[in-house]
């Protein structure tokens, strides 16, 4: 039985404007004991006073002193406010909740390849530093539409063994899809090396429906951080269920085998009332 | 020697165990009620249903405390039609092993009536009136104060459909037993007691409700005392001969041993279901079983209403 997540009302610190429409909002919580043993990938509940509360990942995470931020893409009301933050606002954030990224044994991998689509680089840079602080190679695959949205250049090369970027339009990096990457990357390994390989990926779904595809033609293993509409986070409502799953809890990070399982992976999505819609409408 | 019995029958259904998904979680999808039954629940109960879809309240919609969940979801809910794909998905994946009871609710007594008649035809067990949220103006708990209303909403449901009817009941009252007593008049079937409790949270740094519908329901533990006083004073009233559902903070063996001996047939979990896990059923259930084979009982039936003071 997990213990209730009750808010904390934290003071931001500061507001770092990543991109036009991209910001990491820092602020440090004091309940520290509940905050540090967030595993990456797992995900707060975030209010913004007067708005609305939204789940998000952590993509900042940082001891003496404690810090801890997020990575917001301004695509709607609520992550324009929390864009608009300034210093000394109040939000209120609780969790952690669901589960996060599973750091394999050293024994059985020794490389994580990160595949990162748009800001889904929020959820997997923290787990991509901590893969690489467990000694862990890792390959770094980011993608985004244009240069703009290509969040982290600079951080993603200081915790990566190698890292490609690529873009829809060929603004930096490959011109193409971050999975064209990917596969470029499984073809150049033996089998042995790809069966000592996990790969951690978070982006749009569509995306990840090919690193699926991907990983099961080379028999490689993963896991996947999942998105949904979520109003409770703490697995009540349901409205983030995916075929019985419910994301905020069984998720958000499902492993290959449990998303092989998830009819509705790559396929549908429910809005707010829990009317199931087709992924393609969801995508955004 | 045959070990003792978990089925129960309440209003003329019966169920495996006394052991029912309560409405509104974990029950957005066929599926999702499914993995209950899989993980142990005897029954279902759906999201509260009306004829047209909600989107419920802005968020946020939630807040926990150690002690309870306070939650003004707003009755999200795709309608009937748009819910009709979860429950056939449901009846064909559990086959039948596990009953589908479908909540209601509407703006009317003539929109509660109608949404009763068309869950009626998604194949469900029985009716459970929401007559009890607190979360959504002029729906629900405006028409579960009132001992007239109650008794003319469960008329028309009952005239409506043919499949038993349940009535939820609020806590927020000042005689459980006259809203009882008020179902009991209009030919319910059943009781559920209790719903969650009207209550709010404020804070302090930005003075504001956090709450996005300024009040919410109070569920879990804290609200656990009250619903077992309610389910208590129904059965032992002399006034109402209604089978109880006992609903309210439930989430050990010992929580759902205190209400059938309050006078629950079967009982309700939700809250547990978000604090635990929908193993929360199976961990009851094997509780249950090592009490009744060390107390030499039988069966469910043999507990319900067991609990006497020396002064009831």
Sequence with gaps: MRAPGEMEMVKVLKVIKESSSISTVLFSPVHIGRWSGLVPGQFLMVWIPGTDEVPMSVSFLKREPFRMGMTVQNIGEATQALCSLKQGDWIGIRGPYGYGFNLPSNVDKDLIIGVSGGVGAASTILAMEWARSEDFRTVNLVGARDRSLLVFRDRWRSISDEVRFSTDDGSFGHKGLVGDLLNMELLAMSDHERQRTMVFTCGPEIMMVQVKRLLDQFGVEGQFSLERFMKCGIGLCDSCSASGKRVCMDGPVFSGDAISLLRDFGRSHRDRSGRPLPLKECVR | ?312
């Excluded at chain 2, 656990?224 to 559902?245: E, M």
């Excluded at chain 2, 090592?290 to 039988?298: N, V």
């Design chain 2, 1 to 312: 020697m045959e070990g003792p019995k978990l089925d129960v029958e309440v209003a003329g259904i019966r169920f495996l165990n006394p052991l029912i998904l309560a409405s509104g979680v974990a029950d957005e999808t066929g599926a999702s009620m499914a993995e209950a039954v899989r993980m142990g629940a005897g029954g279902v109960v759906t999201k509260s249903l009306s004829l047209e879809p909600r989107e419920g309240h802005p968020n946020p919609c939630v807040v926990e405390f150690p002690y309870g969940i306070l939650n003004a979801m707003g009755l999200p809910n795709p309608g009937v039609r748009g819910y009709s794909d979860e429950v056939e998905e449901y009846l064909s994946t559990t086959r039948g092993s596990a009953p589908i009871i479908a909540s209601v609710f509407g703006s009317s007594i003539e929109e509660y009536a109608m949404a009763a008649g068309a869950v009626k035809d998604l194949g469900v067990h029985a009716v459970e009136i929401n007559g009890s949220c607190p979360n959504a103006r002029g729906l629900g708990l405006q028409f579960g104060q009132d001992p007239l209303v109650i008794e003319d909403l469960v008329k028309e449901v009952k005239a409506t459909v043919p499949i038993p009817v349940f009535f939820k009941l609020t806590p927020a009252c000042s005689s459980i037993v006259d809203l009882a007593q008020a179902a009991q008049m209009g030919g319910a079937d059943g009781l559920v007691a209790v719903n969650t409790m009207p209550a709010m949270k404020i804070d302090v740094r930005t003075r504001m409700p956090v709450l996005t519908n300024v009040t919410g329901g109070l569920s879990g533990p804290a609200l656990r005392p009250v619903g077992v006083r309610c389910v208590y004073q129904i059965a032992n009233s002399g006034k109402v001969h209604l089978p109880i559902i006992g609903a309210g903070g439930i989430s050990t063996w010992e929580d759902a041993l205190e209400y059938i001996m309050a006078g629950a047939s079967a009982v309700q979990i939700g809250t547990a279901v978000t604090w635990g896990n929908l193993d929360v059923f199976s961990k009851i259930k094997e509780g249950m079983m090592t009490y009744m084979i060390e107390e030499r009982i039988g069966r469910i039936s043999d507990m319900v209403g067991s609990a006497k003071g020396v002064r009831s």
